[in-house]
């Protein structure tokens, strides 16, 4: 049985709490949040003994994995000192804030050994692996054009708001965009070359951005936003045009659209169907389930984290970096 302590009792937190119930072989024995009412409130589904702060979790609870739910202000720290206490780690996404913190991840990792997932959760949602193994496979040919979007009205649900801070949380260019810059990376490689344009809230931060990548023979644009009126419903999705198909995720469905006029339905069913109502702008729980199911399973086996690995994490946090910095930071 492996044994998990879970920093962090909030929107994600929680979420994490509800995957790890539905999981075999899998328990939450601590976990930690500076709110007692959130850790408590986690614990209690668990069984789970309670540490005041995660520091001190880390020093002291018997676990074997350290699931780090914090902002992102603190994920650094925190992974350092749980990989040096020689447990395996699971970090919420944007990995880190700035390019340092990134090497530092990395060189801790290859000196402790230990094993790291980044919760790059895209990567796992089931059309998106679809789409990856579609364009691997090249059934459709070589794709031409993509578009991503992730849109979501004010996030209000932060503790003490750090996600408006962008000293925090790196603004939406890095919070949220980082999804589908990731995906983009993982599905095409690395682009030649990038143009972003942002838009500004009155205090000068970037709440939304739009981003084309170029590609040797393609053109990705990346979209997202986070400042929609709150009765605004979260949107994410992509448009994706192959030489012979154009495949569309949106509100209808996963559907490809064939060259000669056929148009297919893909259904794909689901692993785990649970959902969680713990505020934020995601309810179905099924890509957090598909991650961490396959960290526990990999991390139980002895083999090796691909999908998701810190390095990949850290290129991807370095190119949303350089995009922040093309349009004159994430406030001006």
Not at 62 to 82: E, K, R
Not at 136 to 150: E, H, L, M, Q, T
Not at 174 to 198: C, N, Q, T, W
Request: aromatic share 10%; glycine share 8%.
């Amino acid at each position: 049985m492996l044994k998990v302590g879970l920093i962090g009792c909030g929107f994600m937190g929680g979420m994490h709490s509800s995957c790890y119930a539905a999981l075999d072989g899998v328990t939450v024995s601590a976990v930690a949040d500076l709110r007692a009412d959130k850790a408590e409130e986690i614990a209690k589904v668990h069984n789970a003994e309670i540490f005041a702060n995660g520091e001190e979790l880390i020093a002291n609870a018997d676990v074997d994995i350290i699931d780090i739910c914090l902002p992102t202000y603190l994920h650094t720290s925190h992974a350092v000192s749980a990989m040096k206490k020689g447990r395996h780690v699971f970090i919420e996404k944007p990995v880190c804030l700035t390019p340092e913190e990134g090497e530092l991840l990395i060189k801790i990792e290859k000196e402790t050994g230990a094993k790291v997932q980044v919760g790059q959760v895209i990567r796992f949602w089931n059309e998106y692996k679809w789409l990856k193994e579609a364009a691997d496979s090249g059934r459709y040919g070589k794709i031409k054009s993509a578009v991503f979007k992730r849109l979501s009205s004010v996030p209000d649900w932060a503790w003490e708001g750090w996600l408006h801070d962008p000293e925090k949380s790196g603004s939406v260019a890095l919070d949220m965009h980082i999804h589908d810059v990731d995906f983009m990376r993982y599905l095409m490689g690395e682009p030649e070359s990038f143009k972003a344009s942002v838009s500004r809230n009155e205090n000068n931060v970037i709440e939304q951005i739009f981003t084309t990548f170029e590609y040797p023979d393609a053109a990705v644009t990346v979209e997202a936003c986070w400042d929609y009126p709150e009765a605004f419903p979260f949107d994410a999705g992509f448009r994706v045009k192959f030489e012979n198909a154009t495949v569309v995720n949106d509100s209808n469905g996963l559907n490809v659209y064939h060259k000669g006029g056929k148009t297919e339905k893909i259904e794909i069913k689901a692993e785990f169907e649970g959902s969680d109502d713990i505020g934020g702008n995601i309810s179905d729980l099924g890509g957090y389930y598909n991650e961490l199911k396959y960290f526990t399973e990999r991390l139980a086996a002895n083999e090796p984290l691909c999908v998701a690995p810190i390095e990949e994490a850290v290129k991807s946090v370095n190119l949303a970096l350089s995009e922040i910095a093309s349009v004159g930071g994430a406030k001006i």
